[in-house]
DNA sequence: CGAATATATCGACGAATGTCAATAGATGGA
DNA sequence: TCCATCTATTGACATTCGTCGATATATTCG
């Protein structure tokens, strides 16, 4: 019932997505959403979100010793999962802070039914 | 205020994980759920699980046309989504049929909040 | 049985990914 | 201004991933 123009999912550039279950997605909406369920696929970057998710904001140097991993790789991530739109930083001094978007979270999570 | 005790997203073998907001993730838990965004991370497995989803039962067979690819990218797609468990499997005569499994993208919906 | 068809597996290939050491850039304090 | 500190970038490396042709396996039909 619900057609392509309905309850659409609202993403970063452009429009995207009904329901998976709705009707089939088109290549370049497939295209978006895979890029955002990517950046969830990998260990570190879940428990690096859940870590800032957790709290309301965190610097990126309170990040290295609960992940375990390098200075660099915490910056890899930070970055994959801001260019995904999951996070926002903001520099505050020397200091990056972290926050979730949580309208991101929940364009996820409705693109799953 | 929800304790790692309750509220937790059962996934396939073990018990896994509040959702991200509640409580950090630890490892397994972590390794458990990225293995499954993982699966979505991809356009052609995505629009493949649209295809199953937008109907109730989809034959491999008619996989390959509207996705555009290969005998073998098709079924090796199927049974990445399968192995996640996000879609199950009959096998009728020479034919093998594909269903969604509703319970596992919820528990993935929960998972993200 | 033998031919035809649907699916799975294997092998190979290029591309993308996660990781870290080294280095560069930015910021605040002495 | 100079140094200490926090973050981002670069370069390199091994690993994983997506893809397809070729082949193997399974099943139905004559």
Redesign the interface.
Known sequence: MATRSRNLIQLSDGVCCAP??????E?DE??E???L???????????L???I??HDEVCSCDLEE?LGKSQPTVSHHTKALADAGLIIGEKRGRWMFWR?V?DR??A??AA??
Chains 1, 2 share one sequence.
């Open positions: 998976l279950q709705s009707s089939p997605l290549e497939a295209a959403l895979a890029m369920f990517a950046a969830l696929g990998d260990p570190v970057r879940l428990r979100l859940s870590l998710a957790a609960p979730v949580p979270l929940a996820l999570r799953l039914g």
